[in-house]
């Protein structure tokens, strides 16, 4: 006779095979609902004591840059590299945050799942 079983599920997991997929299909539509989400959320980023505010959303995808012109001294020959310098800190900044903002939504939803054996790539 042939082992009974195995896989992800057996007589003492409610539900076996079936509700472990079940579990990872529900998982996957919340991660796609997350997905369309993030792409309406956005974070903004702030740097040089206002000077250039970043708007971005959880895509990466930069929606607004503003810059203060009251804050940037003109007056100083340097001025247009301090300005180059402060959007590529901003942008910058407003990536890595987007990222994390992305990366927490998914890890709400996988609970870190995604380094289980048997599981990798599945859920990314």
């Known amino acids: 006779m042939g082992k009974k079983g195995g896989g992800f599920g057996g007589p003492s997991m409610p539900g076996g095979?079936?509700?472990?997929m079940r579990q990872l299909q529900k998982m996957q539509q919340d991660m796609v609902e997350a997905q369309e989400a993030l792409a309406n959320e956005v974070t903004e980023v702030t740097v040089g004591g206002g000077a250039i505010k970043i708007a971005?959303?959880?895509?990466?995808?930069?929606?607004?840059?503003t810059i203060n012109p009251g804050i940037i001294d003109t007056s100083d020959e340097?001025?247009?590299?301090?300005?180059?310098?402060?959007l590529v800190v901003a942008v910058n900044q407003a990536i890595e945050q987007s990222q994390t903002m992305a990366a927490e939504r998914m890890e709400s939803i996988t609970g870190g799942l995604g380094s289980m054996p048997g599981l990798g790539g599945l859920l990314g």
């Open 56 to 65: 971005i959303t959880g895509h990466q995808r930069v929606q607004a840059i």
């Open 78 to 86: 340097e001025w247009m590299n301090d300005l180059q310098d402060l």
């Open 17 to 20: 095979q079936a509700g472990m």
